[in-house]
């Protein structure tokens, strides 16, 4: 059964970046898409974008498409998102999230997500 | 603004069926199937339903999905005070080549 484990919150300041990750264990991760969703504080779930790690490349929605980038280190089983340039506006608990192992994009197993706060 | 339309709000009593809808367009609903999720207070959503109409495994069946064209449904019969949460539909749009998500609606248990 996968799990997955996300880091730590992150404190930032705008125009900076931010890299969080996301450490899958207990199975493996074949052809899954690992996908990144984020919540602002009261606010309701934005899809960012997902990885399938045997594919190696990323895909975007279109709002994050050049300011985001997710990757996949195989050898550890571990997603990364990274998003430049920051604003208050990405002031956000971000979530990692598997899809493809019941159908194309439900997500189906999800990290505890990790809060960024963008202040200066 | 999302690109599928979900109600803020929503209520009922225990024991009572709830039906929470959701909008979308031909690029998202009509083309693609719909997953549901639930989100309690202060943790990760959790999947519902999936592929318009499945509950995955420890998913009561309380909760059922259906799906018409550019709207889809999730049902909750017999509503429990622990069903009281945020929900959230989305689906794959063709559009913008990505997920997208409903603004959720917020069910509360009188």
């Known amino acids: 059964q996968l799990h997955l484990v996300q880091s730590g919150a992150e404190e930032k300041r705008p125009g900076s970046s931010v890299r969080v990750s996301c450490q899958a264990s207990g199975d493996t991760f074949r052809s899954y898409s690992f996908n990144w969703v984020r919540q602002a504080p009261g606010q309701g779930l934005e899809w960012m974008g997902r990885i399938i790690p045997i594919g190696g490349r990323g895909n975007y929605a279109q709002k994050f498409q050049g300011r985001a980038t997710i990757t996949a280190d195989k050898s550890t089983d571990t997603i990364f998102l990274e998003v430049s340039n920051l604003t208050s506006d990405d002031t956000a608990n971000y979530f990692c999230?598997?899809?493809?192992?019941?159908?194309?994009?439900?997500?189906?197993?999800w990290g505890q997500g990790t809060t960024v706060i963008v202040s200066s | 603004q999302s690109v599928l339309t979900q109600p803020p709000s929503a209520s009922g009593t225990p024991g009572q069926v709830v039906t929470l809808s959701c909008t979308g367009s031909d690029s998202n609903i009509r083309s693609n199937t719909v997953n549901w999720y639930q989100q309690l207070p202060g943790t990760a959503p959790r999947l519902l339903i999936y592929?318009?109409?499945r509950r995955p495994s420890g998913v009561p069946d309380r909760f059922s999905g259906s799906k018409s064209g550019t709207s889809a449904s999730l049902a909750i019969s017999g509503i429990q005070s622990e069903d009281e949460a945020e929900y959230y539909c989305?689906?794959?749009?063709?559009?913008?080549?990505?997920?997208?998500f409903g603004g959720g609606t917020r069910l509360t248990v009188l």
């Open positions: 592929s318009d109409i």
């Open positions: 999230a598997r899809g493809g192992a019941l159908s194309g994009v439900a997500l189906d197993v």
């Open positions: 989305a689906a794959w749009d063709d559009s913008v080549r990505g997920q997208v």
